[in-house]
């Protein structure tokens, strides 16, 4: 399965130049990819009301003070008490994680199977907005559900098996933060 939701800044451009060769205008993507852009945001607000078995909300909506206007929603399988003593990352660290990216569909479409140690490493800054904001309220050791919207994935381009306009979800669990930074 390709790589694709690490892939750095330059690779992003690198697929923006490359959809600009075509015929399409930023205006056909929006009018071609309405149905699923529509179908991905009501499957987003679906899942800000979902519940779990005790009526509680089962995400927590995660808004960033660097972007009030970004968000992800989040869902932690561990008990944040075991790891709250653990290292989070800034978003110039480096992290190591486990990963696999579903599209609103439920359909796999990328895994951090197969690589070493089923683990992918890479500096956090170079990564889609929604990993971004997801980590930064992450502890090692942490494994959690997150729901990217399309504007803090990959917006309105396509990269590999991910459409425009596609909102995501994640299951990921921070392993390590390689090299950690410590605060002067």
Request: with cysteine.
């Amino acid at each position: 399965m390709k790589k694709l939701i690490f892939a750095p800044v330059a690779a992003l451009a690198l697929a923006v130049g490359s959809s600009a060769c075509t015929e399409t205008t930023g205006a056909d993507t929006w009018e071609n990819y309405r149905e699923w852009r529509e179908s991905n945001n009501s499957w987003v607000l679906e899942q800000e009301g979902l519940l779990d078995e005790n009526g509680d909300l089962f995400y927590t909506k995660i808004v960033p003070d660097w972007d009030k206007g970004s968000y992800v929603l989040m869902h932690w399988f561990n008990d944040r008490n075991e790891t709250a003593g653990n290292l989070t990352p800034f978003v110039t660290s480096w992290i190591s994680a486990s990963y696999d990216l579903y599209l609103s569909t439920d359909v796999l479409v990328d895994t951090s199977e197969g690589l070493d140690d089923d683990v992918f490493t890479s500096q956090l800054s170079s990564l889609i907005k929604g990993w971004r904001i997801a980590m930064l309220e992450m502890h090692v050791g942490d494994t959690v559900q997150v729901v990217v919207p399309y504007l803090s994935g990959y917006g309105s381009v396509a990269s590999g098996n991910v459409p425009p306009y596609s909102a995501l979800r994640f299951n990921m669990r921070l392993k390590d933060i390689p090299g950690y930074e410590i605060r002067p």
